[in-house]
């Protein structure tokens, strides 16, 4: 994550349900580039820490060799904003730092015929697993939102603000790690229904992959990106509570591997 300087403003990007903007910024090292900029309500950030949630999944998706555009963040005034938005909607808006991601251009959001030509070229199951992980309820989910970006065999991974619902109201010693990664649910994620069919002894060691990345996860690692969240005042909750729930996955994979398994084996 960097800290970007705006160089202008472009358009916004039809189709994102936050009216996401594509602008151009300066990176930290002093290279232009085109980035999408998403807003978020005060209220909407205040409930849900969705800036930090973006940056945090951003990392951790790196960690298991899932593909993510680079992110940063960048102070807008938002009053420079009205080209964009209604007056309402400026003033719903939080006023805080605003979340990035380098803009890559010929990728398109998934769809049932992309889908079908290059499905096999990806490895969906670590996409599925991961998603399970953060119990993400938006890649797929109730909207039927994929918020995947593909370019012939390759795949991006966007939007991860609907994660980690947990830490929005809990305190450490009233979670129960094993009850809220088993009420997850996983019915409506996209690649699901497809992961059912595996056929033969591939399906049986279809998240070997996945649960290996997860027992060799370095932690401690992720102080780094709390540090700079606490350096720019971005609020997240409770760090221990995010690190306990790691902690339990991690000394748990054996268990995640096997209810992943029951997952896609309709269990």
């Known amino acids: 994550m ?5 160089t ?5 990007i039809i189709g994102g349900s936050t009216k996401p903007i594509l602008i151009n910024a300066i990176n930290e090292d002093n290279v232009e580039k085109a980035y999408v900029m998403k807003t978020y309500s ?4 205040k ?6 949630k973006e940056i ?9 060799d899932l593909p993510v555009p680079l992110c940063g963040i960048i102070k807008i005034d938002n009053n420079d904003l009205h080209e964009f938005y209604s007056e309402e909607e400026i003033n719903k808006l939080d006023k805080g730092y605003k979340f990035c991601t380098e803009y890559h251009s010929g990728y398109v959001i998934m769809n049932p015929i992309v889908s079908q030509k290059h499905l096999n070229d990806y490895e969906i199951e670590n996409l599925f697993a991961f998603d399970n992980l953060i119990m993400n309820t938006d890649r797929g989910g109730f909207r039927n939102k994929p918020n995947l970006l593909l370019k012939d065999n390759e795949m991006l991974l966007i939007d991860h603000e609907q994660t980690l619902a947990f830490i929005n109201s ?5 979670i129960n790690y094993h009850n809220t990664f088993i009420n997850y649910y996983y019915k409506n994620h996209i690649f699901w229904a497809t992961l059912k069919k595996t056929k ?3 399906k049986a060691h279809l998240f070997d992959e996945f649960t290996e990345l997860l027992k060799t996860l370095n932690i401690e690692k992720f102080n780094a990106v709390f540090d700079k969240l ?3 005042g971005i609020e997240y909750g409770e760090k221990n509570i995010i690190f306990a729930y790691l902690y339990w996955a991690k000394n748990n994979f054996d268990f995640i591997n096997k209810a992943l398994l029951n997952r896609i084996n309709g269990k």
């Open 2 to 6: 960097q800290e970007l300087r705006l």
């Open 170 to 174: 809990f305190v450490q010693n009233e």
């Open 56 to 64: 945090f999944i951003t990392h951790l998706a790196s960690e298991f």
């Open 42 to 45: 005060s209220e909407y950030e």
């Open 47 to 52: 409930q849900n820490y969705s800036l930090a």
């Open 200 to 202: 033969g002894q591939k």
């Open 230 to 232: 606490d350096f720019y």
């Open 8 to 12: 202008g403003f472009d358009s916004v």
